[in-house]
T-cell receptor
């Protein structure tokens, strides 16, 4: 079985500041890792995913995440945030032979001017 | 290519009524997943269906909840005799096939409010 922990329920940050949203997982098998973003009253959109290969994955809007197997982490980072990045961010894991996405409880990123 | 469609977007029911939530997967996708998001929580898996088959319903409450994905038409999540604790956002996702690492594409969700 897998589980995901997002320790920070809310992260306030000023515009143009860097941000890191933490995600730790536990699993007894190999996993695939995902970050989804949810804007208010909308569905989830895939931000980025790690399947294999390079441990650093990037999204088209400046976010990146690094898979760290020894620390069982997949933290999300952005060097300079915008007001429009205000949203809920969910980390998710899926076992390599499973179809269920296991989600963390989410982190609300609040970007202030 | 239209994304995953869900309707209604908002649904209000009184205790004891039935709620029917519909999901049309993306074109070419034959795998559908339903998740529930309770207030202030992450999404929890409910059920996984392929056309005319329930593959895994381990996340579904044993009573009052049922799901189907008929040969023709959308997938339906049905909640009978709703209670206040059923108030949540229900998301449907679809994928083209069950491959390792396959991305699941999510719909906008149905927000159910039980009065």
């Amino acid at each position: 079985a897998q589980s995901v922990t997002q320790l920070d329920s809310q992260v306030p940050v000023f515009e143009e500041a860097p941000v890191e949203l933490r995600c730790n997982y536990s699993s007894s098998v190999s996993v695939y890792l995902f970050w989804y973003v949810q804007y208010p009253n909308q569905g989830l959109q895939l931000l980025l995913k790690y399947l294999s290969g390079s441990t650093l994955v990037e999204s088209i809007n400046g976010f990146e995440a690094e898979f760290n197997k020894s620390q069982t982490s997949f933290h999300l980072r952005k060097p300079s945030v915008h007001i429009s990045d205000t949203a809920e961010y969910f980390c998710a894991v899926k076992g390599d032979s499973s179809y269920k996405l296991i989600f963390g409880s989410g982190t609300r990123l609040l970007v202030r001017p | 290519n239209a994304g995953v469609m869900q309707n209604p977007r908002h649904l209000v029911r009184r205790r004891g009524q039935e709620a029917r939530l519909r999901c049309s997967p993306m074109k070419g996708h034959s795998h559908v997943y339903w998740y529930r998001q309770l207030p202030e929580e992450g999404l929890k898996f409910m059920v996984y269906l392929q056309k005319e088959n329930i593959i895994d319903e381990s996340g579904m409450p044993k009573e009052r909840f049922s799901a189907e994905f008929p040969k023709e038409g959308p997938s339906i999540l049905r909640i009978q005799q709703v209670v206040r604790g059923d108030s949540a956002a229900y998301f449907c996702a679809s994928s083209p096939e069950r491959k390792r690492g396959d991305e699941q594409f999510f719909g906008p969700g149905t927000r159910l409010t039980v009065l």
